[in-house]
């Protein structure tokens, strides 16, 4: 008889393997931000370079500047034309193809502000693990740079894909923004998502909310540097509370339910703003229907946020639902029927880690 498992030995070199890999790759996330940061990747977008050259167009240091493009070269990241030639003589390249990955802010496959939220909650993790001891939270606000690098993860999708072609794919919002409708943003951060429905649908009018003082007026700025404030408005005020009744065609929370202390006020806040027959959007992580572990890449990586972010941050404010990033189907159905919603609907939209419910309003 034969025998797929594994022995107690192999299991244990994988794991070993498998975290000295993680390691390696968590080192290689510093040199991208490097390198990001440094303005050495737009440099060499622009034109390959040796050492001394990439740190005379960027004022850095040529010494540094060396080790770190041999160190892109050996990961991967960077081409050398001639590997055998001396140190300062050697010539690096951003290969065409990475150009998207670490250059092109407005490119979905854009990757330096993952990069920097990976790292800024990693440098969190003193901090986190007084809290974990204690059972208090560790709020957005508390978290350094955290906020201004995930509003920069969802930034190309949400001024791109999110409303030209996700929301537009939907009947009964796209009719309605095309008509000239009403929009809520709630949980708005810094305004990527309601700025990116004002630049699809010319007429529609969007109010975004968020109770962050420092990302509406970042919000506010973005708006303007887009040309649409006229039609855009920034509230700093707790969701719960936020908009009038009725007033709205399209109520929408992009990715930030899970977030939320207390969801359900939140939800119920945005049942009374929507109009009849508008509709209650929630785009939030698109995990798994239930915990059936082990998870694949993208359970695994909402785990990752949750235990670094959305949940130390959830728990910030008492009393919380504590949610956490992973907030699976059946818990956004209840959260809704206890808002007074008569259940959700997934809507047929095709996205690698997001899900879109439509909140039922009638019973």
């Known amino acids: 008889m ?21 390691v390696t790759a968590g080192l290689e996330l510093a040199a991208v931000h490097l390198g990001s940061e440094l303005g050495w990747y737009r440099a060499l977008a ?33 081409g050398v034309d001639d ?3 001396g140190p300062d003589e050697r010539r690096y390249a951003l290969p065409e193809a990475h150009r998207a990955v670490l250059v092109d802010r407005d490119d979905l496959a854009y990757m330096p502000p993952f990069v920097h939220a990976a790292l800024v909650f990693a440098r969190n993790v003193p901090r986190l693990l007084e809290v974990y001891r204690t059972g208090g939270g560790l709020s957005w606000a508390e978290m350094g740079e955290a906020r201004d690098a995930q509003a920069d993860c969802n930034r ?4 791109g894909p999110l409303a030209g072609q996700d929301l537009a794919s ?34 529609a009018r969007v109010d975004g909310y968020d109770v962050d003082e420092p990302s509406i007026e970042q919000a506010r700025r973005n708006a303007e540097e887009a040309g649409v404030a006229a039609r855009v408005r920034f509230t700093a005020a707790d969701a719960a509370a936020a908009g009038e009744d009725g007033s709205h065609d399209l109520v929408a929370a992009f990715e930030c339910v899970h977030d939320l202390a207390d969801p359900v006020a939140v939800l119920a806040a945005m049942r009374r703003m929507v109009r009849p027959g508008g509709t209650v959007l929630v785009v939030d992580e698109k995990v798994a229907e ?26 910030s404010t008492r009393p919380s639902a504590g949610t956490g990033t992973v907030m699976r189907p059946a818990t956004l159905e209840r959260y809704a029927r ?10 047929p939209v095709e996205h690698d880690t997001f899900r879109f419910y439509r909140l039922v309003t009638g019973g």
Not at 156 to 159: I, N, S
Not at 186 to 198: D, L, Q, R
Not at 338 to 343: I, L, V
Request: charged share 20%; aromatic share 8%; hydrophobic share 45%.
């Open 156 to 159: 190309a999708y949400f001024l």
């Open 83 to 85: 590997a055998a030639a």
């Open 2 to 22: 034969t025998t797929t498992e594994t022995s107690p030995a192999d299991a244990t070199t994988a794991l070993a393997e498998r975290l000295l890999e993680a």
């Open 46 to 78: 622009e034109a390959p370079a040796t050492a001394p050259e990439l740190a005379a167009r960027t004022d850095t240091g040529p010494r540094y500047a060396r080790e770190w493009l041999e160190q892109q070269a050996v990961a991967g990241f960077l």
């Open 338 to 347: 206890e808002a007074g919603f008569a259940g959700i609907e997934v809507l």
């Open 290 to 315: 239930r915990f059936a572990p082990p998870g694949d890449a993208v359970e695994r990586l909402m785990y990752g946020y949750s235990v670094t972010c959305c949940l130390p941050d959830g728990l």
């Open 170 to 203: 939907v009947p009964a919002i796209d009719a309605a923004l095309r008509a000239g409708g009403r929009v809520a943003d709630v949980g708005c951060g810094m305004g990527w998502s309601s700025i990116g429905i004002a630049r699809a649908y010319p007429q």
